[in-house]
């Protein structure tokens, strides 16, 4: 796997990926200023919740459960201290679909977790990673 990170001037930068896709981030150079996209930190966390979420779906379909959407909510405190590193992640797992079994969905997520998602196992070696969800049943609709 392979990433490029080229510098735009100011505090931002544009990332490529090995795969050709791009994207902007970065912090606001001054106070004020408007920020460039998510910031290096920010997108620590959306590959977090990406991963797991990848997983997660991958698990019940792969179990034939009926789901028709995911979402997961990330919230994270970091140290106050250099390396500002992440301390606490907390997911909130909202899965959807017909007829969902509750208890596969939880294993699903601890699944993912404990086993599969290799960006929070990452997260994990500074973090406490806690977790929720919430099922919803479209065929009660």
């Not at 997911?91 to 086993?115: C, I, N, W, Y």
Request: include cysteine; proline fraction near 5%; charge should be negative.
């Amino acid at each position: 796997m392979k990433a490029r990170v080229k510098w735009a001037g100011g505090r931002t930068f544009i990332g490529e990926s090995g795969t050709g896709h791009s994207i902007l981030f970065g912090n606001p150079a001054a106070e004020g200023e408007l920020r460039p996209g998510p910031s290096p930190m920010e997108l620590m966390l959306l590959g977090t919740g990406g991963c797991s979420s990848f997983d997660v779906i991958h698990i019940l379909e792969r179990g034939r459960e009926p789901i028709e959407d995911c979402t997961v909510e990330v919230e994270a405190d970091r140290a106050d201290t250099d390396p500002k590193v992440f301390t606490r992640i907390h997911m909130h797992f909202t899965v959807t679909g017909r007829g969902l079994d509750p208890k596969k969905v939880e294993r699903a997520v601890q699944l993912s977790l404990e086993k599969y998602c290799s960006a929070s196992a990452m997260m994990a070696k500074t973090a406490t990673i806690t977790h929720d969800i919430t099922v919803v049943d479209t065929s009660a609709v």
